[in-house]
């Protein structure tokens, strides 16, 4: 004969304890996952903002510095020449070496002084991947800016972008040379 299954007072007792043991366990648990994954979220968030803004100013650095887009023709024409104030004497130009062929930054320089101008520093450029040379200038030497394209056959002048005045050893005028 089968007597029916009796539970002990004590054994009552036990069996809520350790479900309700299971299921705290459990949602702690989960709890725990969900706070790794959001502090892994908040943490990699500050690491990539930061490599982003980094490679935007490096690119923006790189697209006005390196390799400026020529102006469209329609722009070229509605843009007046400005006269140069300064005589050759008396502008400086900085000569930097951007298509990395050995000397072409002292050739360029002895071609620039030779058409008058002083030389402030001849030296490479920070990459060597110019596809053109360009004339780049301070504010307010546009003029003697194309006078020296002009001078030296440079089709492309621009004003300085991200460079501050102390790179510039002085100079009005900054010469990249390129391919």
Do not use: C
């Amino acid at each position: 004969m089968d007597h029916p299954l009796r539970l002990d007072h004590a054994e009552l007792a036990v069996r809520p304890w350790r479900t309700a043991t299971l299921v705290v366990a459990g949602i702690a648990a989960l709890e725990l996952v969900l706070l790794v994954m959001l502090g892994g979220a908040l943490l990699a968030k500050p690491e990539q903002a930061g490599a982003h803004k980094a490679t935007a100013s490096k690119t923006v650095a790189v697209k006005h510095a390196t390799k400026p887009a020529p102006a469209p023709a329609k722009a070229a024409k509605t843009e007046k020449a400005v006269a140069a104030q300064l005589p050759r004497r008396k502008v400086t130009v900085l000569v930097l070496n951007g298509n990395g062929r050995r000397g072409a930054a002292a050739t360029a320089a002895s071609r620039v002084s030779g058409k008058g101008y002083r030389i402030g520093l001849v030296a490479n450029a920070p990459s060597h991947d110019y596809a053109a040379s360009l004339v780049m200038y301070r504010p307010g030497f546009k003029g003697e800016a194309q006078r020296l394209a002009r001078d030296l056959g440079v089709k492309v002048v621009s004003p300085l972008d991200g460079v501050r005045p102390g790179q510039l050893h002085g100079a009005q005028a900054v010469l990249i040379l390129g391919g």
